[in-house]
């Protein structure tokens, strides 16, 4: 009986002793990573301030840059999605695409036109979600796109919040488009989970109309329309949808007095 004593407290000693080693291992580890991450964004700073040294960049857009390469060292949010990814890549290509419809669908329907395309072909949402998405990932205080530029894809806001400000605002500093007390805050929209952004880029050619900003780190669903495109028309019912669908959208977006990155057809 002693003896069995002994054994089971051995047995919970070495047990206590593998739990603190492997907590001290994994914070030393943890420990080293930080660092590396801290040194190589310190690096990336000093290259970049010499590169934008040698070229007479203003001191102010030096500053920006400084600020944005910080953003992304403190940011995890890539470190997430390239797991993800990861994991995705290990999956069989019928298991991937399965599991894009079941993830990517819910968000495409926030827009009318995939909403209603469910019940017409199914097989067409499962391509759309398999090979013409992409995952957008911007970092808080990031420039998504300026106005003037031209559009290559829809985005749908799937985590995190965004700035948009409208038409001729978008020289505004960024700490202004993201002030809420700024005297133009009813030019500045939020947007968030289930905002589309861009939905005419797949109807039409189009330019975007204001600034769009990360407020804080953000992910989004990017529908590019040429691969949209690509799919819509391999597929009779849902090629004939989108033509009835783009030519209503149009015929209202022909008449409105305004137009915007983030309006409603």
Same mark, same amino acid.
């Given at each position: 009986?002693?003896?069995?004593?002994? @054994?089971? *407290?051995?047995?919970?000693?070495?047990?206590?002793?593998?739990?603190? %080693?492997?907590? &001290?291992?994994? $914070?030393?580890?943890?420990?080293?990573? #930080?660092?590396?991450?801290? #040194?190589?964004?310190?690096?990336?700073?000093? =290259?970049?301030?010499?590169?934008?040294?040698?070229?007479?960049?203003?001191?102010?857009?030096? /500053?920006?840059?400084?600020?944005?390469?910080?953003?992304?060292?403190?940011?995890?949010?890539? $470190?997430?999605?390239? +797991?993800?990814?990861? *994991?995705?890549?290990?999956?069989?290509?019928?298991?991937?695409?399965?599991?894009?419809?079941?993830?990517?669908?819910?968000?495409?329907?926030?827009?009318?036109?995939?909403?209603?395309?469910?019940?017409?072909?199914?097989?067409?949402?499962?391509?759309?979600?398999?090979?013409?998405?992409?995952?957008?990932? #911007?970092?808080?205080?990031?420039?998504?796109?300026?106005?003037?530029?031209?559009?290559?894809?829809?985005?749908?806001? +799937?985590?995190?919040?965004?700035?948009?400000?409208?038409? /001729?605002?978008?020289? *505004?500093?960024?700490? @202004?488009?993201?002030?809420?007390?700024?005297?133009?805050?009813?030019?500045?929209?939020?947007?968030?989970?289930?905002?589309?952004?861009?939905?005419?880029? *797949?109807?039409?050619?189009?330019?975007?109309?204001?600034? &769009?900003?990360? +407020?804080?780190?953000?992910?989004?669903?990017?529908?590019?329309?040429?691969? %949209? =495109? /690509?799919?819509?028309?391999?597929?009779?019912?849902?090629? $004939?949808?989108?033509?009835?669908?783009?030519?209503?959208?149009?015929?209202?977006?022909?008449?409105? +007095?305004?137009?915007?990155?983030?309006?409603?057809?």
């Amino acid at each position: 009986a002693v003896e069995g004593i002994q @054994e089971l *407290l051995f047995a919970l000693v070495v047990v206590v002793l593998a739990i603190i %080693f492997h907590a &001290l291992f994994i $914070g030393a580890m943890t420990v080293a990573m #930080t660092g590396i991450k801290d #040194t190589n964004a310190l690096k990336m700073q000093r =290259a970049c301030r010499r590169y934008l040294g040698d070229r007479n960049v203003t001191p102010e857009f030096v /500053e920006r840059m400084m600020k944005h390469i910080a953003s992304q060292a403190q940011s995890g949010i890539r $470190g997430k999605v390239a +797991e993800e990814r990861n *994991l995705l890549n290990s999956l069989p290509d019928h298991l991937q695409m399965e599991l894009h419809e079941v993830v990517r669908a819910p968000v495409l329907h926030n827009m009318p036109f995939f909403a209603d395309l469910v019940s017409v072909s199914s097989v067409a949402i499962r391509m759309v979600c398999h090979t013409a998405l992409t995952i957008g990932i #911007t970092i808080a205080r990031e420039i998504c796109f300026d106005r003037g530029e031209q559009c290559q894809a829809v985005r749908f806001v +799937e985590k995190g919040k965004l700035k948009y400000v409208h038409g /001729e605002q978008q020289q *505004l500093l960024d700490s @202004e488009i993201l002030s809420a007390a700024s005297s133009t805050a009813k030019l500045i929209q939020t947007l968030g989970s289930r905002s589309v952004i861009s939905e005419a880029v *797949l109807w039409t050619r189009w330019e975007h109309c204001g600034l &769009l900003m990360a +407020e804080v780190d953000s992910i989004t669903l990017d529908l590019h329309s040429e691969r %949209f =495109a /690509e799919v819509i028309t391999n597929h009779n019912r849902s090629r $004939g949808m989108a033509a009835r669908y783009a030519r209503r959208f149009l015929w209202h977006l022909n008449r409105l +007095e305004s137009l915007s990155d983030v309006m409603v057809v």
